[in-house]
C-alpha cells in the first residue's frame, strides 16, 4: 500500500527533470541536419557514364525520367571496315514533383551513372523549375558524398572477397598459369569477369 | 492634489502590472511547458529564444476580423469576454505586494476578491451561452457545474486563513501570519490552490474547454480580439490566484529582509505558485467530468471542512 499522492509527485518529477535536461530539437534552418549515408536527397547524374540505354527510364515506376538521344555515326578507320556507331545523350531530365524517391533507377543503371547526393534544399515557387536538366543534374554530382566505410565487424566488399578467394584456391592447388586461374574464377562467378 | 496624483500612480501601477504580469506568465508557460515536454518552444520573434512571442500573437489577434455569429445574442456575446476581463483587474486592485503598497487596502479584501473572481467565470458562462453553438453550450454548462462546485471549497480554504488571523483585510492577514501557518493552514492553502485552478478552468480542470470533446467550449465562436481577452482573462486569473495564494498561505512580503525587500519576496512567491501552476498543466491529464464532481464534493469539501475545524480548535487555543 502506496501512500496516497505519490503518484501525483512522481509525475511532477518526471516533468521537472525532463525540463533541466536538453531538448532534443533539432535546429533545422539554422543548424543543418547530420544526414545519415545513403540519404535520399537528389539525384546526380555522370553524364559521360549514361549510354542512353533507357533502363532507368523504363523502370521508373512514376515515369518521372525523361531521355531523348541520337545515334552518331563514327566512320570506320580502316579500309573497308565497318562503321561504327555511338548513343549521345540530347537530354536526361528527372521530374523530382513526381519522383518518389524509390532509388530503383539508380539499382538498375548498368554503368553507375545515377547517385544519390544528401542536397534536399531545392524547392521551387514554380513546379516546373523541378524538372531537373541534365546540367543541373550534373552539377548535383558534386555533392554526392563517398562512399562510407564498412562497419567494424562487416564483411568485405564482394569484390574483394571473391578475388582473395580465388588467390586462396590457386594457392592450395597446384601451380597452374595465370590463364588458368582465370578461368576457374570465371567458371565459380558466372558474369563477373567483366568486372 | 497629491492625494488625487496618488491614486493616479497606484491605478498606473496596477495597470501596468495587469497587462504586463499575464504576458510574463504565458511566456514562462511556453518556454517552461516546452523544455518539460522536450521541445524549446518559440525561438525566433524578438530575436532572443522568442521573447516577444506573446506580442506578436496579440499583433496577430488584432489584425483578425470580429465576427459574430449570426444566430448568436450580440450584446451579450459582444460583452462577454470584458466580463470575463475586468473582474481579474478589479482583483489585482486589492492585493497587496507589500506593507502600504497595495492599489486600495479594503478591510474586507478577501471578500471583494472572491466575489469577484466568482464574476469572472460569469464572463465564460455568458459567452458559453450566447453563442448559439452546441459545444459552446454544453461548455458554458461545465462552467457553471463547475463553478458551483468549487467555488465552495475555494471560499472556504479561504475563510479559514481569514478565522486564523480575525481579520477579512489582506493586508491584515500578511500582517497577521507566522511562519509555522505553512503547517496548519496547509490543508487550506492545497484546497485554495487546487480549487483556484479549477476555477480558471486550468488543465487538469480544463473540462469547459476539453478540446477532444467540446472542440473549445464557450470560446468555440469567438476569434481575433475577443478571444485574446478570454486567454488574457485566463492569464490575469493564474496572476491573480497566484498573488492570492502567497499572500493568504505563505506569508506575502515576510522573509528575510523584510523591510525593504517585502515586495519582492512577494513576487517571488507568486511566481513559483504561477510556475506550479504551469508545472502541473504538463504533468497531469485532464479529468472526466464526474471525477471533477467527485473531487470537489467528496475531496476538497470535506478536507476543508476539517481545516476549518482544526483552524477554529487553533484559535480557541492560542488566542
Same mark, same amino acid.
Given at each position: 500500500?502506496?501512500?496516497p499522492?505519490?503518484?501525483? #509527485? ?8 525532463? !525540463? ?24 546526380a ?9 533507357m #533502363? ?15 545515334k ?57 523549375? #523541378? ?9 548535383? !554530382? ?7 566505410? #564498412? ?10 572477397a571473391?578475388?582473395e ?17 582465370e ?13 | ?10 491605478? +498606473? ?11 510574463? @506568465? ?8 516546452a ?9 525566433y ?26 444566430? +448568436?445574442? =450580440? ?5 462577454a469576454?470584458?466580463?470575463a476581463?475586468?473582474?481579474?483587474? @478589479? ?31 460569469i ?38 486563513v481569514?478565522?486564523?488571523?480575525? *481579520?477579512?483585510?489582506? *493586508? ?9 501557518w505553512?503547517?496548519w ?35 468555440? /465562436?469567438?476569434?481575433?480580439? =475577443?478571444f ?5 482573462? /485566463? ?5 491573480? %490566484?497566484?498573488?492570492?495564494?502567497a ?6 512580503w ?11 519576496? *512577494? %513576487?517571488?512567491?507568486?511566481g ?9 498543466? @504538463?504533468?497531469?491529464?485532464r479529468? =472526466? ?6 473531487? +470537489? ?13 482544526? *483552524?477554529?480548535?487553533? @484559535?480557541?487555543?492560542?488566542?
Open positions: 500500500m502506496s501512500i499522492g505519490t503518484g501525483l #509527485l512522481k509525475g511532477l518529477v518526471v516533468t521537472m527533470r525532463n !525540463m533541466t535536461r536538453r531538448s532534443v530539437t533539432a535546429h533545422y534552418p539554422d543548424a543543418l541536419p547530420a544526414l545519415p549515408p545513403r540519404s535520399r536527397g537528389v539525384i547524374l555522370i553524364e559521360e557514364k549514361c549510354t542512353s540505354c #533502363l532507368c527510364a523504363r523502370e521508373c515506376p512514376s515515369w518521372c525520367i525523361y531521355i531523348d538521344s541520337h552518331d555515326v563514327i566512320p570506320a578507320t580502316t579500309e573497308g571496315g565497318r562503321d561504327k556507331s555511338r548513343n549521345v545523350l540530347d537530354r536526361f531530365a528527372i521530374d523530382f514533383s513526381i519522383c518518389m524517391y524509390c532509388s530503383i533507377c539508380i539499382e538498375v543503371c548498368p554503368f553507375d551513372a545515377l547517385h544519390w547526393a544528401g542536397e534536399f534544399e531545392y524547392a521551387e515557387l514554380d513546379i516546373r523549375e #523541378l524538372t531537373h536538366e541534365k546540367e543541373r543534374l550534373r552539377e548535383w !554530382m558534386w555533392t554526392v558524398p563517398a562512399p562510407s566505410a #564498412l562497419d567494424e565487424h562487416a564483411e568485405p566488399a564482394k569484390e574483394i571473391t578475388a578467394k580465388a588467390v586462396e584456391r590457386a594457392e592450395t592447388a597446384e601451380p597452374r598459369s595465370v590463364e588458368t586461374v578461368t576457374t574464377r570465371e567458371r565459380d562467378h558466372p558474369g563477373e569477369g567483366g568486372k | 492634489m497629491g492625494e488625487l496624483l496618488d491614486v493616479a500612480l497606484r491605478l +498606473a501601477v496596477v495597470l501596468g502590472a495587469f497587462l504586463l504580469a499575464p504576458l510574463l @506568465v504565458g511566456q514562462v508557460e511556453h518556454k517552461a511547458m523544455h518539460m515536454q522536450s521541445r524549446v518552444g518559440p525561438m520573434a524578438g530575436g532572443f529564444h522568442g521573447w516577444a512571442q506573446l506580442i506578436a500573437d496579440g499583433v496577430k489577434f488584432v489584425q483578425k476580423e470580429d465576427v459574430v455569429p449570426a444566430a +448568436a445574442d =450580440r450584446t451579450v456575446f459582444k460583452i469576454p470584458a466580463v476581463l475586468l473582474p481579474y483587474l @478589479v482583483a489585482m486592485l486589492v492585493i497587496p505586494i507589500g506593507p502600504g503598497l497595495v492599489g486600495q487596502d479594503l478591510d474586507v479584501g478577501i471578500f471583494f476578491v472572491l466575489a469577484v473572481m466568482g464574476v469572472g467565470v464572463g465564460t458562462l455568458m459567452g458559453g451561452w450566447s453563442s448559439a453553438n452546441k459545444f459552446s453550450l454544453l461548455g458554458g454548462i461545465r462552467v457553471a457545474a463547475q463553478l458551483m462546485a468549487y467555488e465552495l471549497p475555494f471560499v472556504l480554504a479561504a475563510a479559514s481569514a478565522m486564523a488571523a480575525g *481579520t477579512l483585510s489582506l *493586508t491584515g492577514i500578511v500582517m497577521a501570519w507566522e511562519p509555522w505553512l503547517l493552514q496547509a490543508p487550506a492553502a492545497i484546497v485554495f490552490f487546487v480549487a483556484g485552478l479549477a476555477e480558471l478552468q486550468r488543465p487538469p480542470f480544463d473540462m469547459p474547454v476539453a478540446d477532444a470533446e467540446l472542440v473549445f467550449g464557450p470560446y468555440t /465562436e469567438y476569434g481575433g480580439l =475577443r485574446a481577452l478570454f486567454i488574457l482573462a /485566463e492569464y490575469a486569473g493564474i496572476v491573480v %490566484l497566484s498573488a492570492l495564494t499572500v493568504l498561505f505563505l506569508g506575502g515576510h522573509g528575510p529582509a523584510e523591510d525593504q525587500l517585502g515586495w519582492v519576496w *512577494t %513576487l517571488v512567491k507568486t513559483l505558485v504561477a510556475f506550479v501552476v504551469v508545472w502541473v498543466r @504538463v504533468a497531469y491529464p479529468l =472526466r467530468e464526474d471525477q471533477l464532481q467527485r473531487l +470537489a464534493w467528496q475531496g476538497l469539501v470535506p478536507l476543508v471542512l476539517l481545516q476549518l475545524a482544526i *483552524t477554529a480548535a487553533g @484559535v480557541v487555543v492560542f488566542a
